[in-house]
């Protein structure tokens, strides 16, 4: 497993492409974000850490496991895989493993800037919580995107719809609030966990309101799961 992450670390490396649309440009937008705060001031810090939460896991991680896991397959690379002692899980753990660090190491770096120039946020822990479930979410999504890609051109497509889609749900439950709509925008992916960073950023999060935010974002992560497990494909697909 730790030899695919790192064949896998290498190959993203000289990816050109991969790196600039994958991690490049997601960090550039989060700083940005945190850069020009002062727009974001009347909605409140939460949502930058959102923000940026969410851009990095769905342009950074979810693209560019698609991308890879669609290169990979269409050149057969995981199909010889399966050949060797590997597992199925042990393979697709060390693909996605490189990507999954550097999207979580620059989460953690650009949130701490956002606490150095805002303030600490009021519970650490649940922004800790909330950060890893939607990483897990946007890797379930990412493996069972890949499984309808047909090549790395082809993720350019087929991520657009749940990257554009995740960023417009966090934009509208952190903008217009929790207070109306509430069942559904929990109930969207992405939603709990946009409520649940924000208000864990801003002021804090009641106990009794954490299992209820935290419960539909850890439902996402076994629906995408499940999606994976469904969709995902090892031959290359026609």
Known sequence: MLDIARSELAQIFRNRSVLVT???????????????????ASVGQGFIAALVVFTIAAFGLYGSAVTSLAGRRQNLFLKRLRSTSASDAGILVGMVLPATVLAAIQTIVVL???????GRP????????????????MIGLGLATAGVTR????????????????????????????EELTVLKRALPGGAATELLTRAWDGGVPAADVLVLVAPTLAWVVVSAALALKYFQWEPRR
Do not use: C, K, Y
């Open 112 to 118: 701490v800037v956002l606490a150095v120039v805002t």
């Open 22 to 40: 994958g991690f490049f440009m997601p960090v550039a937008a989060s700083v940005f974000f945190v850069w020009r705060r002062e727009i974001f």
């Open 151 to 178: 090549s790395p051109e082809h993720a350019q497509v087929t991520t657009l719809p749940i990257s554009l889609g995740v960023i417009a749900i966090v934009n509208w439950v952190a903008i217009t609030g929790s």
């Open 122 to 137: 009021s519970d650490l822990v649940l922004i800790v919580v909330g950060s890893l479930l939607v990483l897990a979410m």
